[in-house]
């Protein structure tokens, strides 16, 4: 069955960085775009980036223009989200999914990454 | 800069209808924007239930419906059952690769 799954949760110090992951199987995984979603604590769900399946084009919310990077390894079937310059208000559980008919499909469980000093 | 609006909270009794909509501040909701639906439990990841407006993602029982309902995007819920308590949210695709939530409707069946 189709599934993701997000990995390197961890807590980080403000300003830093951290590396999440995204390992899909069950689909074929080079013909679908990923999806990275947060949700805050307590809050609602925030859309941060997306990447085609062909890495053609990365997108990003305004919130993590130039401090997130998404990127993908199809050989791998994994999809990354580099974080940098970590901020208290970046501290969330990070989703990834997948795209189809503009629409975020199966989702994985969620990774938590806290920023705190 | 674009809102996607939901109701912050609605209740429905067991076995009642109950819809939920999905507005912009800015403009009117059509299928254009390919609005989709998601529910969430407490601690658990989203779960997709409609998309492209209307279609019901597999397994999701025909109770769930997507619509455009005048300037909104709207997901009906027809027969509540007490396990449909849940936050529900809207995603809109705003086109050029980005899409935005809207805030979520905490959903109370009693």
């Known amino acids: 069955q189709i599934q993701l799954m997000e990995s390197g949760r961890g807590v980080v110090q403000p300003g830093g960085s951290l590396r999440l992951s995204c390992t899909a199987s069950?689909?074929?995984?080079?013909?679908?775009?990923i999806h990275w979603v947060r949700q805050a604590p307590g809050k609602g769900l925030e859309w941060l980036s997306f990447?085609?399946?062909?890495?053609?084009?990365?997108y990003y919310a305004d919130s993590v223009q130039g401090r997130f990077t998404i990127s993908r390894d199809n050989s791998k079937k994994m999809v990354y989200l580099q974080m940098n310059r970590l901020r208290a208000e970046d501290t969330a559980v990070y989703y990834c999914?997948?795209?189809?008919?503009?629409?975020?499909?199966?989702w994985g469980q969620g990774a938590q990454v806290t920023v705190s000093s | 800069q674009t809102v996607v609006t939901q109701e912050p909270s609605l209740s429905v009794s067991p076995g009642g209808t109950v819809t939920l909509t999905c507005g912009l501040t800015?403009?009117?909701?059509?299928?254009?924007?390919?609005p989709s639906w998601y529910q969430q439990t407490p601690g658990q990841a989203p779960r997709t239930l409609i998309y492209?407006?209307?279609t019901r993602s597999s397994g999701v029982p025909d109770r769930f419906s997507g619509s455009i309902l005048g300037n909104k995007a709207a997901l009906t819920i027809t027969g509540a059952q007490a396990d449909d308590e849940s936050d529900y949210y809207c995603?809109?695709?705003?086109?050029?690769?980005?899409?935005?939530f809207g805030g979520g409707t905490k959903l109370t069946v009693l």
């Open positions: 999914a997948e795209d189809a008919n503009w629409a975020l499909h199966f």
């Open positions: 069950g689909f074929p995984f080079t013909t679908y775009g």
């Open positions: 990447i085609r399946f062909d890495r053609s084009n990365e």
């Open positions: 800015f403009g009117s909701v059509s299928t254009k924007y390919s």
């Open positions: 492209t407006t209307n």
């Open positions: 995603v809109l695709y705003m086109g050029d690769g980005v899409w935005v």
